[in-house]
């Protein structure tokens, strides 16, 4: 498991997920106390099965009717003179 300071984490993101990508385990740490650990998405889904997407997640919250569904317009957007 590799261990990088928030410093480190912030400057060099893309090559922290290029490592978790390829099963590395990385704890992000702040004056030197470990705050956060970054996964594989694969081992977050096996610690929080249950967890709604975030979408189900917005839509169980107030607001939303029961039986809700979100109907797209799907047609072309309107043509602009420039």
């Given at each position: 498991?590799?261990?990088?300071?928030?410093?480190?984490?912030?400057?060099t993101?893309?090559?922290?997920?290029?490592?978790?990508?390829?099963?590395?385990?990385?704890?992000?740490?702040?004056?030197?106390?470990?705050?956060?650990?970054?996964?594989?998405?694969?081992?977050?889904?096996?610690?929080?099965?249950?967890?709604?997407?975030?979408?189900?997640?917005?839509?169980?919250?107030?607001?939303?009717?029961?039986?809700?569904?979100?109907?797209?317009?799907?047609?072309?957007?309107?043509d602009?003179?420039?």
């Open positions: 498991m590799k261990q990088i300071n928030l410093r480190e984490a912030k400057a993101l893309s090559a922290i997920l290029d490592d978790v990508e390829h099963g590395e385990v990385t704890t992000i740490t702040r004056h030197g106390k470990a705050v956060a650990m970054v996964i594989p998405f694969e081992q977050g889904k096996k610690l929080y099965p249950d967890r709604p997407n975030f979408i189900e997640y917005l839509m169980s919250g107030p607001g939303f009717p029961e039986g809700f569904e979100m109907d797209r317009n799907m047609s072309p957007s309107r602009i003179d420039l």
